[in-house]
């Protein structure tokens, strides 16, 4: 078996450096972000930096590809970036969010492709409103199958996410916070840089589970309040992706 090729990413960031850079690997952060950065804090994580809070951000990526078969596996740690202290209008306290990823795909008779990732997330507040630490842990579970012949391709994707497991500050599981979503998208290639496409989704909530569409794997600033809370949703799509 011929070795092609192994790939090792390693960023660091402490307050300054380019966070953009970090964005390809977990992407724990979330909705997080975009809530404190009404505060002053610094320019590159958006989190407060004030009451000794020293934000700061760790990420590796390590890749290894031969032949039909692909493999990754990533992992980001966040110092004090508050993402439970912002969920839950609590001050601010120290904490420490973690995150790994592994994914693999292999690729069959050149038209059938396998793949799946696992990830496990988990954020930890020091303090939660004087009531002590709060920590949150989630797995979450993808698979994919893609089939190309000539122009065409067509793919089924199926996603799991896991219970809510909560614990510490009065809090404890979520019950029926599972979800699901599956996907199925047929593309058509005008030419090699040229496709278009058109593909459905439907996302299945229980009861206590949150998810939508876009990019916001904490939920809202309303918690377990969310009018969103169980609700099923279903989206259809249809568009063109150029390769300049």
């Known amino acids: 078996m011929k070795l092609r090729r192994i790939t090792l990413v390693v960023m660091g960031l402490a307050g300054a450096p380019a966070i953009a850079a970090a964005q390809s690997t977990v992407q724990i952060y979330g909705t997080a972000n975009g809530a404190a950065g009404a505060q002053q804090g ?8 004030g009451n000794g809070l020293k934000p700061s951000l760790f990420s590796a990526m390590a890749a290894y ?10 992992y980001e740690h966040h110092k004090d970036f508050q993402p439970l202290n912002t969920l839950l209008a609590a001050p601010a306290s120290n904490g420490k969010d973690e995150a790994w990823k592994a994914g693999v795909s292999y690729r069959l008779m050149d038209r059938f492709t396998l793949g799946g990732i696992y990830e496990r997330l988990q954020y930890r507040a020091e303090d939660i409103n004087g009531l002590g630490a709060l920590e949150r842990k989630v797995n979450n579970l993808y698979l994919v199958g893609k089939y190309e012949t000539g122009p065409h391709s067509a793919a089924l994707a199926y996603g799991w996410k896991g219970d809510e497991k909560l614990s510490g500050a009065g809090f404890s599981d979520l019950p029926d916070s599972k979800a699901h979503q599956i996907t199925a998208r047929y593309a058509y290639g005008l030419s090699k840089r040229t496709q278009l496409y058109a593909l459905a989704t439907r996302i299945t909530n229980g009861s206590n589970a949150f998810q939508e569409f876009g990019y916001a794997p904490i939920t809202s600033m309303t918690l377990f309040r969310d009018p ?3 609700a099923d949703s279903t989206g259809f799509g249809l568009g063109m992706i150029h390769s300049f």
């Open 42 to 49: 610094s320019a590159t994580t958006g989190v407060a930096e």
């Open 65 to 74: 590809e031969t032949g039909p078969l692909y493999a990754t596996l990533a």
């Open 228 to 230: 969103s809370r169980g």
